[in-house]
C-alpha cells in the first residue's frame, strides 16, 4: 500500500505491553488471560458539566456480579474522590454502568473498576466546561468495520493530545456475517466477525459489541477519551426507516420491530451513555452538549424516529429517462411532501437547543449528524473520463462508471439515503434553524467513508453553514473500486459537479479533528496510510479554517496552532 510523506506526522505502530498516552496516563492492555474479568476494556462518556458516564464489562458467570468502581483526580490514585459498588448480571449481559454525579465543571478524572482480586485498565474522562472555555478538541470519528483492517485512527486519536472527547457519528459496528461487507478482507486478516452469521437476535449483537470492544486499539481509545456517540444504520442492520430497513427480510429474520428493539438494548448495554428512563423511547436518542460559553453540540436522530422509507433508483429504466422525467422524479416522489427524516420532536429539540444556543451568546453551534446534509449530485463524467476509467477498470467497476455517469447527466443526486433523499425534511430543519436565529452550522457528518468539506444553503440560496465530514476509520471510499487514479478523477468531478462541495478525498482513512477558539474553528482532516497491518503513519492532509462573518460563516486558511 503507498505511503504517505513523511511530513507533519508521527509514527505510530503496534502496542507494547502499555501505551503512553497524554497527560502521563499509562493503559495497559488488557491481556487474554481467561482469568482476567476486564477483558474488554473500560470507556466513559455521555458528559455533563457535573456528571459522566463510566462504563466496563466483567466476563464472568457469577449472579450477579458486584464490581467496585474509583474515581481521583490524578492517575495514581492518591486521593479517591468518589467510589463505590454496582452490581450486574445477565440481564445487560455482564456490563456495568454508573453515572457519577456532583463532579467539577470542565475537569479531567481518571477511574477504574475492581472485582474480586483484578483490576482494570485506568481510564481517563472529563465533564464539560462551565461559563468561559477558551478551546475545545474533538476527534470525530464514523463507519469502524473491524474486518476491513485495524483500527489504526483509533490508536492515533488516544494519542493526540489535542483531544478532548471523541464524537462517533456512527456505524460503531457492522452486521454482516463473514460473506458480507469486507468480509473477503477479514478472511485474510484473520479479522472476521464474529458470531460469524449476520447479527439478527440480542445474543447477535451482544457478541459483535464484545468483539469491537475487545480490540486493544478500540481500548486505548475509549480509556484516553469521554466519548459522544451517534448510531447511524449499521448498528441495527443496513439503511432502517421508521418500518423496516433494506437489510431486513421479515421472512426469515422476523419482525423488525422486535429486531430493532434488541439491537438498542445491546448499543444501551456496550455503549457510555445514560440508559433510557422506563417511560422513555429508547430509539429517542438526542443531545444538547454545551461546552462552556464557547459552543453548542446538538446530535441528530436520523433512522429510527423520523425516517420515511428510502426511494431508490430503478436501474432498468435509467437509460430511457429524460431530463424532464428527472425533474419529476426529484419532485414528485423524492421531494413529496411528509417525507420525513427526523421526528417532530427531534427536530423541536434542536431547534429549542439552537436557540438556546443563540440566547446564550455561544459563537458556536456544532450539529452531530450521521448522513451527508450538503447536495451533492452525480459527478458529471467526460467521454474522455469514460474512456481512461475503460482502459484500467474491470468490466463491473466500468458499468457502476456508466450508472454514476447517467446519474450526473440526468443531474441526479448521487444517492438518495442521505439528506439529498429527502430535500422537503432538509427545508424543513433549515427552516427551524433560521427561526432559532442559526444560520451559521457547523454540521459534522459520517457514513460516506470519504473527508469531505462542505457549505450549505437553502432551497432559496441563503447560506446555513457548512459542512465537515470525517471519512471511515477502517470502511473504504466507494470510488475505490476504480482504482487510486481513478478514484482522485471521480473526486475531482464530484467537486466540479457540486457548488457546495469545496474538496473530498474517498482514498484515506482516517478521522477529522475539530479545534475550536472564539475566533476560528479549525478542522484537520488527518489520514492513516495503512490499515492492512498495525504499522502506520498519519498525516495531516488538509487543514482549514471556519471563521464568522456577520451572522454566517466561511472558510479561511488557518491560523497556526
Not at 283 to 295: I, M, P, S
Request: net charge negative.
Amino acid at each position: 500500500m503507498k505511503r504517505l510523506p513523511l511530513t507533519r506526522r508521527q509514527m505510530l505502530s503496534g502496542l507494547s505491553a502499555s501505551l503512553l498516552l497524554p497527560a502521563g496516563l499509562r493503559v495497559p492492555v488488557v491481556s487474554a488471560d481467561p482469568g482476567n474479568p476486564f477483558r474488554h476494556g473500560v470507556a466513559s462518556g455521555d458528559p455533563e458539566n457535573n456528571s459522566v458516564v463510566l462504563w466496563t464489562r466483567l466476563t464472568t458467570t457469577i449472579q450477579p456480579a458486584e464490581c467496585r468502581w474509583e474515581l481521583a483526580q490524578t492517575p495514581e490514585f492518591d486521593s479517591i474522590l468518589r467510589s463505590g459498588t454496582v452490581a450486574t448480571g445477565p440481564h445487560r449481559d455482564y456490563t456495568v454502568k454508573v453515572v457519577v454525579s456532583d463532579l467539577a465543571p470542565g475537569a479531567l478524572y481518571y477511574y477504574r473498576f475492581h472485582f474480586n482480586q483484578h483490576s482494570s485498565p485506568t481510564g481517563r474522562t472529563r465533564t464539560l466546561a462551565s461559563g468561559a472555555l477558551d478551546a475545545l478538541g474533538l476527534a470525530v470519528a464514523s463507519c469502524s468495520n473491524l474486518p476491513f483492517g485495524y483500527f489504526n485512527a483509533y490508536e492515533a486519536i488516544a494519542r493526540d493530545d489535542s483531544i478532548d472527547f471523541v464524537l462517533h457519528l456512527g456505524d460503531y459496528l457492522y452486521e454482516y456475517g463473514p460473506d458480507g461487507y469486507g468480509g473477503g478482507i477479514g478472511a485474510q486478516l484473520g479479522r472476521q466477525h464474529v458470531p460469524p452469521r449476520e447479527m439478527v437476535s440480542l445474543e447477535d449483537y451482544r457478541l459483535r459489541h464484545a468483539q469491537y470492544k475487545a480490540d486493544s486499539q478500540s481500548q486505548v481509545m475509549h480509556a484516553a477519551h469521554p466519548l459522544i456517540p451517534l448510531w447511524d444504520d449499521h448498528e441495527s442492520t443496513n439503511n432502517p426507516w421508521r418500518d423496516g430497513a433494506e437489510n431486513h427480510q421479515p421472512a426469515t429474520e422476523g419482525r423488525w420491530d422486535r429486531r430493532r428493539q434488541v439491537s438498542l438494548q445491546a448499543w444501551y448495554e456496550w455503549m457510555p451513555v445514560r440508559d433510557p428512563g422506563p417511560d422513555d423511547d429508547p430509539a429517542a436518542y438526542w443531545r444538547h452538549f454545551r461546552f462552556g460559553n464557547l459552543a453548542s453540540l446538538v446530535t441528530l436522530e436520523t433512522r429510527h424516529t423520523g425516517r420515511s422509507q428510502q426511494v431508490d433508483y430503478d436501474i432498468e429504466t435509467l437509460g430511457e429517462m429524460t431530463p424532464a422525467a428527472a425533474e419529476r422524479f426529484l419532485s414528485e416522489i423524492v421531494g413529496v411532501p411528509g417525507r420525513d427524516m427526523l421526528s417532530a420532536e427531534m427536530q423541536a429539540f434542536a431547534a429549542g437547543a439552537l436557540a438556546e444556543s443563540v440566547a446564550a451568546g455561544r459563537p458556536w453551534r456544532l450539529i452531530g449528524n450521521q448522513i451527508p446534509m450538503a447536495r451533492m449530485a452525480s459527478p458529471r463524467l467526460s467521454d474522455s473520463d469514460m474512456a481512461y476509467l475503460e482502459a484500467r477498470v474491470s468490466s463491473d467497476s466500468l458499468q457502476r462508471a456508466r450508472y454514476f455517469q447517467r446519474l450526473g447527466e440526468l443531474g441526479l443526486p448521487l444517492y438518495l439515503d442521505p439528506w439529498d433523499g429527502y430535500p422537503r425534511a432538509r427545508e424543513a430543519f433549515y427552516q427551524s434553524c433560521r427561526y432559532a436565529g442559526a444560520s451559521d452550522l457547523v454540521v459534522l457528518t459520517g457514513d460516506s467513508h470519504s473527508f469531505w468539506q462542505n457549505t450549505l444553503h437553502n432551497d432559496e440560496g441563503h447560506p446555513m453553514g457548512v459542512e465537515l465530514k470525517t471519512t471511515g476509520i477502517t470502511s473504504p471510499g466507494d470510488f475505490l473500486e476504480f482504482g487510486t487514479e481513478g478514484a482522485r478523477l471521480m473526486d475531482s468531478r464530484l467537486i466540479t459537479s457540486n457548488p457546495e462541495v469545496q474538496w473530498t478525498d474517498g482514498i484515506s482513512n482516517g478521522y477529522l479533528r475539530v479545534r475550536v477558539t472564539e475566533e476560528q474553528l479549525r478542522a484537520d482532516f488527518v489520514g492513516v496510510d495503512n490499515i492492512l497491518s498495525r504499522d502506520y503513519r498519519t498525516q495531516t492532509l488538509r487543514s482549514v479554517a471556519v471563521i464568522h462573518d456577520g451572522p454566517y460563516l466561511h472558510y479561511a486558511v488557518p491560523a497556526e496552532g
